[in-house]
């Protein structure tokens, strides 16, 4: 038996640890008028490799209790990594402390009573309890190739299992679980100047198809030898499904403005975010759809936001058209909007809602991304981005570079490797010149608490400012 299979906790065993702990934070918060317990625990690990070795094998518990109390209209949350009786007790001391202290909140709500929630089946224990001895066995296929072809291969191989239980002092119980992981690899084949890079995510680890991984890495590191320079302009591009994962998590926060929620009502409503008064506009391609769905087959985490509100699909983008916004019981009381859709961060929020489980469509038939590099007749394959930064948060501006394989496309094929290049570029302006596109796929992990589903692309007149000398 493994590590992982031995840490396990059965469901039953966390729901009478919640139980415990609400009953200790609750004879210890007499004084106040409401008690909010969230208990979240997590086991994953991570089997690192490179340069043709195993590497590492990293295994992690972890557990956090956030207590929030009321007390008059006032609130506070504490939280701890400690479940032990007496550092609860003085946990639930700290959130009373602060609570006396705070003034009263003019959006005060009571507690949120017991609610309903469609069940999600989002747990899968092969995950979990995979033998390393197999999960060895899906790296090793990569070292192998990498080794018959003179290459290095590096990466990480991880699994995840996380465990959320709410309970309030007015009968409201929620509770989810669930597996995710992901496969990263990067072949190498001249120190660092010749990769390629793939990448694979799951929630079931039977759904991995390791060897196509390291085939896809294979290629694109065998393709980017001798790589060119291109000059600096605006070019037609294919973005490979993984390659923007980080890029897309801008388009629904303000990053200079604290990663404040731009697609949620609060910062809506007081004018902070670039959305404010766009309502029924168009602010893209009329091909283009966004939606928060958390019932998504492909998607993560529970069905309730953080005070355990069921979650709602909102039509965000439709046809390019502002069409909504993700809304709180707060948002929806402070404003005499229609009913919540269950966007709320824990509470206290400063910031206001945000979606969590967004979903990026192009409408017309889906390619692969393979179709899409066919149809273009010049322009540039980017296999991935990093170092993407906000320039300019009203038109969504963003900088950063391609790394791991950009390629010169000529006639619907790969005539050479190019040099890595920045880009500057509005995300507005981008998905509203998107041609085509492939069949939305999960991200590697939750970035900025949002899981987003996106496709590849093809499109038209993507702006790159320079080229780099490596």
């Keep these: 038996m493994d590590m992982a299979q031995k840490m396990m906790q059965p469901d039953s065993l966390l729901k009478e640890r ?19 317990i969230t208990l979240t625990t997590g086991q ?36 701890t990594g400690r479940l032990e009786k007496s550092l609860v007790e003085k946990t639930v001391e700290k959130a009373l402390s602060q609570a006396r202290t705070s003034p009263q909140d003019p959006d005060h709500l ?13 747990y899968h224990e092969r995950t979990l309890t995979e033998p390393a001895e197999q999960k060895a066995a899906h790296i090793g296929f990569a070292i192998d190739l990498a080794r018959k072809n003179g290459l290095l291969a590096s990466g990480v191989l991880g699994t995840n299992v996380g465990n ?13 679980k669930g597996t995710n992981g992901f496969y990263s690899l990067t072949m190498d084949a001249d120190n660092g100047n010749q990769t390629g890079y793939a990448l694979s995510t799951f929630a079931d680890i039977r759904e991995l198809d390791a060897g196509k991984v390291a085939e896809t890495a294979l290629e694109r590191a065998r393709l980017n030898k001798n790589q060119g320079e291109t000059l600096p302009g605006k070019y037609d591009v294919v973005v490979d499904p993984y390659a923007w994962s980080e890029t897309l998590f801008f388009l629904t926060v303000s990053a200079t403005a604290g990663y404040a929620p731009d697609f949620g009502m609060r910062q809506y409503k007081e004018g902070r975010s670039y959305l404010s008064g766009r309502l029924g506009e168009k602010i893209m391609g009329d091909n283009i759809s966004i939606e928060d ?7 993560t985490g529970p069905s309730f ?7 709602s699909p909102v039509s965000l983008v439709e046809n390019g058209e502002l069409r909504g916004l993700a809304s709180s019981r707060i948002s929806a009381h ?26 990026v469509r192009a409408k017309g038939p889906t390619k692969t991304v393979e179709k899409l590099v066919g149809e273009l007749d010049k322009g540039i394959l980017i296999t991935r981005l990093w170092y993407v930064r906000e320039v300019e948060p009203r038109t969504k501006t963003l900088t950063g570079m391609t790394r791991d394989g950009t390629f010169l496309v000529e006639n619907g094929e790969i005539k050479k490797p190019l040099r890595n290049l920045r880009f500057n570029q509005s995300l507005l302006e981008l998905f509203s010149n998107i041609e085509s596109a492939s069949e939305p ?29 490596f």
């Design 441 to 469: 796929i999960r991200n590697t992990t939750d970035f900025g608490g949002a899981t987003i589903l996106q496709p590849g692309i093809l499109a038209r007149g993507f702006n790159f400012t320079s080229a780099s000398v």
């Design 110 to 122: 009571p507690m949120l009573e017991a609610q309903r929630y469609h069940g999600l089946d989002r």
């Design 334 to 359: 402070r404003y005499n909007d229609a009913k919540p859709t269950g966007h709320e961060l824990q509470l206290p929020n400063p910031l206001g809602e945000t979606p969590t489980n967004l979903v």
């Design 305 to 311: 936001d953080g005070e355990g509100y069921p979650k």
């Design 44 to 79: 994953s690990e991570n089997l690192r490799f490179g340069n043709n070795e195993l590497g590492q094998s990293q295994f992690g518990k972890s557990r956090n209790l956030s207590i929030r109390l009321t007390l008059d209209k006032r609130q506070a949350r504490a939280t």
């Design 293 to 299: 769905d958390a019932y998504h087959p492909l998607q």
């Design 164 to 176: 959320v239980w709410i309970l309030n002092s007015v009968g409201l119980e929620a509770n989810y």
């Design 18 to 36: 919640a139980h415990e702990l609400f009953r200790t934070v609750k004879d210890a918060a007499r004084e106040a008028d409401g008690i909010e």
